[in-house]
């Protein structure tokens, strides 16, 4: 007898902010596909990230938008029920790109295996890839060591929250930027920062100076050509910049082009400009894992969870990413 997979697909295409209206729920058959590797998934948890409300409308590193019906972009963390792979055995823990769905077959050099002792989400949070990017920015790029300062902005979200505490796990100083006391004191009380600001305040940067003191030594940029301006302000000579994310920018329409207050201050401060895409770190996952995984275990790597129950949940989940009402990473628990 065929199984029933349950998916998310979109209703209709996606032409300016999606919302719970543009997507719809749909049961199909689970046809097992023919030959040799493949994996039989069950999804944990998806992850949502906010590349993908770029992704929806076809405007991410040139890849199309989903069309009505089709998958979804979307990893998850998933226990594989059955194997037409040597290398991988029922019951193995598995991160693949699956789409929004509570059952799923994948190609198996998609997928890769990661540590079942650990909590599932966490290899789509701190270990999954915002851990990685924050990694790769951080530690391959800016080189950060004990004697940096480090502004962040995002530094609630997963990629800003980690690269913050990579920065203090290796003995230097880390100053957040966020929006709202609720997502400041997560920064602070939970991820250990020396400092946050809230943007939403009218004396944001003034703080943010103060926080900062003598200067930064390297500026980790999630949100666009405003606060960019301002992290280019507070950096001494010979600064690092890591352009990570634009995510302010990801649902805009084209700008005729960047703020000269954002670009004029790169030549002044004679900085050093990193563009970061995480896909070219992805051959070097172990190293990020090896490094990350001793801090998680002792507590000192951690990161808020913003759940959503049941696959149902993903449509609004989504959307309150986009809308920045999410705290921590935004998940659905499938199963």
């Not at 543009?22 to 949502?48: A, C, M």
């Not at 594989?80 to 991160?95: I, L, S, W």
């Not at 002792?117 to 290899?123: E, M, Q, T």
């Not at 230097?172 to 943007?199: H, M, N, T, W």
């Amino acid at each position: 007898m065929t199984e029933t997979a349950r998916a998310i697909v979109l209703d209709r295409p996606v032409l300016a902010f999606p919302t719970v209206a543009d997507f719809t729920i749909v049961d199909h058959p689970l046809v097992p596909p023919e030959g040799d590797g493949w994996l039989k998934v069950r999804p944990l948890y998806l992850s949502l990230d906010p590349y993908i409300g770029a992704r929806l409308r076809g405007r991410h590193m040139g890849e199309p938008a989903p069309v009505p019906g089709e998958a979804l972009p979307g990893f998850c963390v998933a226990d594989v029920e059955e194997t037409r792979d040597p290398a991988f055995a029922a019951g193995d823990r598995v991160v693949v790109e699956a789409g929004w769905a509570d059952l799923a077959w994948v190609r198996s050099n998609t997928a890769r295996q990661v540590s079942s002792d650990l909590a599932p989400s966490l290899h789509l949070g701190v270990l999954g890839m915002p851990g990685l990017t924050a990694w790769a920015g951080m530690t391959q790029l800016a080189k950060t060591g004990p004697d940096d300062v480090l502004t962040v902005n995002a530094a609630a979200g997963t990629v800003g929250g980690v690269a913050g505490q990579i920065a203090r796990n290796l003995g230097g100083r880390a100053i957040g930027i966020a929006g709202g006391p609720e997502k400041c004191a997560l920064v602070v009380e939970q991820y250990g920062f020396d400092a946050c600001s809230d943007y939403r305040r009218d004396d944001w940067e003034t703080k943010l100076t103060k926080a900062v003191g003598g200067g930064s030594t390297i500026h980790f940029e999630n949100v666009g050509t405003g606060q960019l301006a301002v992290g280019l302000r507070l950096l001494n000579l010979y600064g690092r910049v890591v352009l990570c994310g634009l995510a302010d920018h990801y649902l805009a329409d084209p700008a005729a082009g960047p703020a000269m207050t954002a670009i004029g201050p790169i030549i002044g401060k004679r900085a050093s400009v990193f563009g970061l895409v995480v896909y070219d770190f992805y051959p070097r996952w172990a190293e990020w894992t090896t490094l990350a995984e001793p801090w998680v275990r002792s507590g000192r790597l951690t990161i808020a969870e913003d759940i959503g129950d049941g696959l149902d949940a993903a449509p609004r989940q989504i959307e309150r990413l986009m809308r920045g009402e999410n705290i921590g990473k935004t998940l659905v628990r499938i199963a």
